[in-house]
């Protein structure tokens, strides 16, 4: 035989009336937060992508641009030297607009229209080259204007002279035509110019050989000007039976880099823009994370992964799959939350009085099988077996 259970208390009613709920208001006031909420998450989500967006262009134009800047703009070939199987006399005919060798316009074009070197006019050993080495500059930043150009020379002399050169890029708006020989001076100084010397391990420039000039400038038209030292030895046996002295000895090939001193300012004043879409996209993502994430807005990175897995592993929950599904099930538990709420509160309202005597009553009536040693020794007193018996 079980124990008797422990004495019945009976319950005390209720003091006041229950609060009365809508939940056709409260179901209402819920959506409509919901969709507010929802409309400002569109807004932000929205100036966050335009955000990213200007950051994604200005990362790309100044990309280009930085890129584009070490690309260099080239003039003059140093691949073939049609001047180096003839003789002097072949050459002579072909440079002589008389001779009935002569080339024709489309032959020279072919052949020698693009190449810097000294087989263009019968002063063999020097050549002069007009250059255009950019626009003028409206931003003055220093060595960010300067234009690097560098000179590959390829060398073909065959005198057995000295190979010790000069090589200058002099300032010349209207062209090499009508630069003043007052104003080619070789300032060794100068980064615009230099002179190479032979050394007694190499010469200056080997026949067959190439050296490779880097001068810097600002931007402007200039004319490119190379001269040996030693001038041509026209007494060679190479130039017998000939009074035209056309026969190549050098040849050049210029790269340009003047559009790095027109693109690099305008990186530099990119660059402020860069740096302040970046802030502007980083506010905009925090803003839609307060909306979008409230109570965890103010945690770190590493504070969210880990409740993020805490919450996975107590609740079941699958939160790899985005957080869209979270906020959509949030959303549907509170609403069933809600609904269970009312429905249990009405139940509470209506339940009848009736049962809780009756639940009374048969707690009484069990306890009347046993003994009265039986009940004190479950807890009950005098008073209460006395009133049990009563009623039984």
Known sequence: MQPPNAAPSVPAGPTSAPTSIDPIAEMEDKRNRKEKRERQLENLKSNRSSKRINVYLTLGVLTLLFGFSFFPLSQGDISSNPHETLSSEEVTAWMDPMSPQHWTQEQIEDRAESKIWDGSDFNAGSFEQDLNLGIWQPFKLGPLNDVQVKITLKGYRFDGRNTSFNVGLFYAPSGCDSLPTTEIVWNRDSTSRTTILDTTESPALPSGGTREVTLTVKPGRYCLIFQYLDSQDYTHPSWANTQQFWKATVDSEVDMFWPRAFLLPLCVLILPLLIASIVGAQKAGKAFKQVRYPESSSKSTEEQVMDAAEAERAMGMNLSTGSEGVDEAEETSDQQDTSEDTLET???????????????????????????????????TAEQIAQMRDNS
């Open 346 to 380: 009405e139940d509470e309202n209506v339940e009848p009085v009736e049962d809780q005597s009756e639940s009374a009553a048969e707690s009484s009536s069990g306890a009347s099988q046993y003994t009265d040693e039986q009940l004190v020794a479950a807890g009950w």
